[in-house]
């Protein structure tokens, strides 16, 4: 079954720290470029993080630079989301995607999501 599953999502207190992971299965995550994208309530889903296939490039959105790092393990076909010094404007639904460039303008393959929730 070709699939993407993410997890590691809570709750979490300001400048607290989550890692994300998304997992691939059915399908060799290195082959493609993986984005992690975000939608918080009332708000339209935006990118947030890209890593290319074969590590070429690196996105990340002015708006968690510093504080988010995405990275892959190719040999457990996962990449993940290291996100520090998190913020309430950080709560959103969590997904992942993948699809051949990060500069793609339509997504193929989606995760279910994944809640982070940002909250003294």
């Known amino acids: 079954q070709v699939q993407l599953v993410e997890s590691g999502g809570g709750l979490v207190q300001p400048g607290g720290s989550l890692r994300l992971s998304c997992e691939a299965t059915?399908?060799?995550?290195?082959?493609?470029?993986v984005g992690w994208f975000r939608q918080a309530p009332g708000k339209e889903r935006e990118g947030v993080s890209c890593?290319?296939?074969?590590?070429?490039?690196?996105y990340i959105v002015d708006s968690v630079k510093g504080r988010f790092t995405i990275s892959r393990d190719n040999a457990k076909n996962t990449v993940y989301l290291q996100m520090n010094n998190l913020k309430p404007e950080d709560t959103a639904v969590y997904y992942c995607?993948?699809?051949?460039?990060?500069?793609?303008?339509?997504?193929?393959?989606w995760g279910q999501g994944t809640q982070v929730t940002v909250s003294s």
């Open positions: 059915g399908f060799s995550l290195d082959d493609y470029a």
């Open positions: 995607a993948a699809e051949a460039i990060c500069k793609a303008t339509s997504w193929y393959y």
């Open positions: 890593i290319s296939s074969g590590d070429v490039g690196i």
